[in-house]
Structure formats: structure tokens, C-alpha cells
């Protein structure tokens, strides 16, 4: 309620809220977390909480009035319509160099991702965060993410024997044959269901290509991990569809503004509410924007000037690879990615098989690549148009695409395939519009502590993406729940 207090206040349920909510609760201490996205907990008109990836509709993206596929034409048609504005739960945000990509609800990412859980080869960690020891994020808190997170790998002999995965079959062989490392990577969906899925048991989930706009089964998202232990302790609450606009210093607490939401996303009350700490777990974008304006606007003039810097879309490029007619990837392929083809050491990439779930035989290969593009941007505060920026500019994705080809020119070669030109447009081959993956923006040791303590404010954490800088050398929600876990451990012994 307005005027209300709490103990500490989390801006977010995505990885680094839901960490911080449950750590803090297990200690005994009262959270209250406030997300801006839907609670995700009731179906709709059809029956289920989630639309397919095949049909977007009202529940499919954030305040928009067209659907922005990250896959936006197919054999040159554009596949984009028109849909209800609602507050959906895919946020395609645009800025003026890159779209990105993001989970709005209880729950975050986990509720858009594709629930890959890779932990970095150690010989990478010390690049991704300097001044973190390595032995205590192996031996600890890696451990500890991976147990809460639920994560699993696929019995290889069961993805050898399905349909359903043919067209990772069909990477691993591809990858193979041109000398590449192909790695199984784990996941968070639960393989026991969609072995039941396969066996024509259960409603079909990630086997009918559920994903991109949420899971109505095997996925383990937050809601069913971290964010049901915290409920379960009876010490966190969630309000839904209210969005943090300021947090201000105000007698030695923080007065925290926020505005509440309807579904067309009006804004139907505007609330003060008083916490003695407050965790800014908005993510990579959520995060950086809220700090960067908060310190331009003199609200929290005291922050240092590494806010809004340091930040990186972790190299994130994608392509597609057009297969010959007797090397089909199969009409059904599960939503769920496996495998990975590892070339960071020698080219700079690791390319994430993907399914193209269209429910139609494609020819086509499909690929998510993870490089390491040097390239970091920064956020700026632009009073005229009351609104942060990105820096960010579309040809600083070139040495991505260069990453990248250093895998896929080569299997092109050695199997005598092309790049597809039709699924970003007419005749386009990169994917080099977008990012999956926001990194940076508040980055540990430099705009806050080593442990997240924002400079210049007592009480104030930043906790998510927005610690990382720029790049986690795989996909990043384990490095951030692990880097969390590290964090709220030192932060509870030390200031509750
Ligand atoms: P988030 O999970 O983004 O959570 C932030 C939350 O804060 C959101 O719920 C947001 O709505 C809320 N919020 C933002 N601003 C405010 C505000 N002002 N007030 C209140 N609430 C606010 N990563 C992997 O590791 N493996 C994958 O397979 C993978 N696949 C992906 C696929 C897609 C399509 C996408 C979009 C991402 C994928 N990712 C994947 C990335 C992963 O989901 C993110 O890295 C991760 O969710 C970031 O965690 P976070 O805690 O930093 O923030």
C-alpha cells in the first residue's frame, strides 16, 4: 500500500531478483519485490497462460501494436502482424542501434529464454569478471545456481533416437565434419516431461514449439524454482504490473515512486512506498536506465560516473544455413536448444544449435551465436526526448558476423551449402539487429562495489545483468543467478 515500509525492496523478478528475495527471506528479513511486467499465473480466452511461437497474439509483446519477430520473414514474406496493445511478455525494445530483447513478468528472462544453463568453461571466467575469485564461483556458487535453478542434461541416447532433435543431429554432424568441438549444453526443462510430450502423454509444450512467448509446461522457470522457495517462506511478496520510476535518499531510508499499470499499460495510480535497502534487479536495461537517469536528474547525484557504462550485447549474432533436400532438420523440433558448436578459443564464437520450430520441413540449419565482440556501449540521459539512450551502433556487430563466419564459412565449404538470405529480410544473412543477451550498464568493482554496493549510497544494490561486463563468453542466466548468490551472501552477513 501507499505510504507503506519495508525492510528491503527489490525492483525486478527476473535471475537477480529472485536470488536476492529468497537469500533475504531465508535470513528472516521481509521482502517486497515490484515488477513491472504480468503475474503470468491465469489462462486466457484459450485455455492456457501462454501463446504458441507460431501464433503470437495479445500475449506476445510488450506495449506494441505489431509483433517485431526476432525471425521477421520467411522465403522473403514478412511475418509480423498487427495485435491488441497489451502488456505482454516479450519486450522488443528499440533503441536507436539495436533492438533488445526481454522477458516482462514474474519471472524475467525465465519466462521468454530458451532455459540453456551453461556455466563458462573456467579457463574463460577470469575475462568475464576480473576481480571475482574463480575457485569460490566453482566450487560454490556456480554449484549453488545450478541446484536452484533446477538444471539437467539430456540423455544423449533418447536426443540420439527422436524426431524432434534431428536438426541438432543434423548440427552436431555438420559441426563434425568440419573439425568444430560440438557441445551438449544443459537446460532447465524438465526432460522427463517431454519424454511423456514425444510419447504423445501429456499436452505438448516445447515439442509443439513453445518458447519465445512462455512455456505452458516443461520449462522450470523462475516461478517454479527460486520464486516458489521464496513464496513458500512466507516473507516475500510480489505486485505485478507496477513499475519503479525513482528511488530517492529521504531520512535515512529510500522513498521509492512507482507507478501502477493496467494491461493496455496506463499508468492508474502513481505510489510512494519506504525501504531501508533496495536491490535494483531490473536487469542489464532495466537497471541502467533507472540508475542513469536517477544520477543525471540529481535525484542520486552521488553515484560515480561508471554508471551507465561498461555495457554489451554479448555478441549476439544470428544466421541461418540452407541444408540440400536429403539433409532435412525434420518438420517438429523441440523449442528446447541442446548443443552448441565451441570455436571461442580458436574463432571467437559458440554458436547455439537453434531450433526453427515452424512445424514445416525448412532445409535450413538455424544458429544463435554467442562471440566475443569487443565493442561496449553506453546510456546516456537525453532530457530533450526524456528518455535514456544507447550508444550502441549496428556496425559494431561486424566483428560478431566476422566470429561467426569463422565457423559457418567453413561448414559451408566443406558440405557445399549457402547461407539462407530470407528469414531477416530480403536477402539478408545476419541476424545482426538484435541481442538475446544484455550485459552491463552498473559493472561489479567499477560502479559498484565488489559485491554490488552501489558507490556513493548505502543501502542500494545492484543485483542482475547490469553487473556484467558486456559478455559472459556463453549465455549468461547462470552466471548472473551464480553471481548473485556470491553477492547476497557477503551482503546479508555484512549490512542486515
Ligand atoms: P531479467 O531476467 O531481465 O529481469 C528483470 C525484470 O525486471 C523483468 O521482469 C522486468 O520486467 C523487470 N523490470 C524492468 N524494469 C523495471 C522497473 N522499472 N520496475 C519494475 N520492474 C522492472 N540466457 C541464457 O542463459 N540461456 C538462454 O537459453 C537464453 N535464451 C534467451 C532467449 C530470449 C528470447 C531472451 C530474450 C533471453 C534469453 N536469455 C538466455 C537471456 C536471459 O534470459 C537474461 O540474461 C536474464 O533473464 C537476465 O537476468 P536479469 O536478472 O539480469 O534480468
Not at 6 to 30: C, E, F, K, N
Not at 216 to 236: D, F, M, P, S, W
Request: glycine share 10%; with cysteine; charged share 20%.
Amino acid at each position: 500500500p501507499p505510504g507503506a515500509h519495508v525492510p528491503a525492496l527489490v525492483i525486478g523478478t527476473g535471475y537477480g531478483g529472485s536470488v536476492a528475495a529468497l537469500r533475504l527471506a531465508q535470513a528472516g528479513v521481509d521482502v517486497h519485490m515490484l515488477e513491472m511486467g504480468m503475474a503470468w499465473d491465469t489462462p486466457g480466452s484459450d485455455g492456457k497462460i501462454f501463446a504458441n511461437t507460431r501464433t503470437p497474439d495479445y500475449r506476445s509483446y510488450w506495449l506494441r501494436t505489431k509483433t517485431k519477430q526476432p525471425l521477421s520473414n520467411f522465403l522473403g514474406f514478412p511475418l509480423d502482424k498487427d495485435v491488441p496493445k497489451y502488456t505482454g511478455i516479450l519486450d522488443a525494445e528499440d533503441f536507436s542501434g539495436i533492438t533488445v530483447y526481454q522477458g516482462r513478468g514474474v519471472g524475467g528472462g525465465s519466462l521468454v529464454n530458451g532455459g540453456m544453463a551453461v556455466t563458462p568453461p573456467r579457463p574463460r571466467f577470469s575475462a568475464i569478471l576480473p576481480s571475482v575469485n574463480v575457485d569460490e564461483m566453482y566450487n560454490t556458487y556456480y554449484p549453488r545456481a545450478n541446484a536452484g535453478l533446477g538444471v539437467t542434461n539430456v540423455d544423449q541416447a533418447w536426443w540420439n533416437s527422436v524426431d524432434c532433435y534431428q536438426y541438432a543431429r543434423v548440427g552436431r554432424k555438420h559441426a563434425e565434419r568440419s573439425n568444430f568441438p560440438f557441445v551438449f549444453v544443459s537446460n532447465v526443462y524438465d526432460w522427463e516431461y517431454m519424454r511423456q510430450e514425444v510419447a504423445g502423454t501429456v499436452p505438448k509444450s516445447a515439442v509443439d514449439g513453445e518458447l519465445l512467448y512462455g512455456n505452458n509446461h516443461g520449462k522450470k522457470t523462475l516461478q517454479k524454482t527460486y520464486l516458489a522457495q521464496a513464496k513458500a517462506t512466507g516473507r516475500v511478496a510480489i505486485s505485478p504490473l507496477h513499475r519503479v520510476t525513482s528511488v530517492a535518499p529521504a531520512n535515512g531510508r529510500y522513498a521509492v515512486v512507482v507507478e501502477q499499470l493496467d494491461t493496455s499499460g496506463n499508468v492508474t495510480a502513481t505510489k510512494t512506498v519506504t525501504a531501508d535497502k533496495v536491490f535494483f534487479a531490473a536487469g542489464s536495461i532495466g537497471t541502467s536506465k533507472l540508475l542513469t537517469k536517477l544520477k543525471a536528474t540529481n535525484v542520486l547525484p552521488g553515484l560515480n560516473s561508471e554508471i551507465g557504462k561498461g555495457w554489451g550485447d554479448n555478441g549476439n549474432v544470428m544466421c541461418g544455413r540452407a541444408n540440400h533436400l536429403w539433409d532435412p532438420t525434420g518438420a517438429v523440433q523441440a523449442s528446447i536448444p541442446t548443443a552448441g558448436i565451441d570455436n571461442w578459443d580458436a574463432g571467437g564464437a559458440f554458436a547455439e544449435v537453434a531450433p526453427l520450430p515452424t512445424g514445416i520441413e525448412t532445409w535450413a540449419s538455424f544458429y544463435l551465436s554467442i562471440t566475443k565482440n569487443p565493442n561496449r556501449a553506453q546510456f546516456t540521459w537525453n532530457s530533450t526526448a526524456n528518455r535514456v539512450d544507447l550508444s550502441w551502433q549496428t556496425a559494431w556487430k561486424q566483428p560478431s558476423i566476422d566470429m561467426a563466419k569463422s565457423i559457418f564459412d567453413k561448414i559451408n565449404a566443406k558440405e557445399g551449402t549457402i547461407y539462407r538470405t530470407d528469414l531477416f529480410g530480403v536477402y539478408k544473412i545476419w541476424g545482426d539487429h538484435l541481442t538475446y543477451h544484455p550485459l552491463g550498464g552498473a559493472v561489479l568493482n567499477k560502479a559498484t562495489d565488489n559485491y554490488g554496493r552501489l558507490h556513493g549510497y548505502s543501502g542500494l544494490y545492484v543485483i542482475d545483468g547490469a553487473l556484467i561486463p558486456g559478455n559472459t563468453a556463453v549465455n549468461p542466466f547462470v552466471t548472473i543467478t551464480a553471481l548473485a548468490e556470491r553477492n547476497i551472501e557477503r551482503i546479508i552477513a555484512a549490512d542486515f
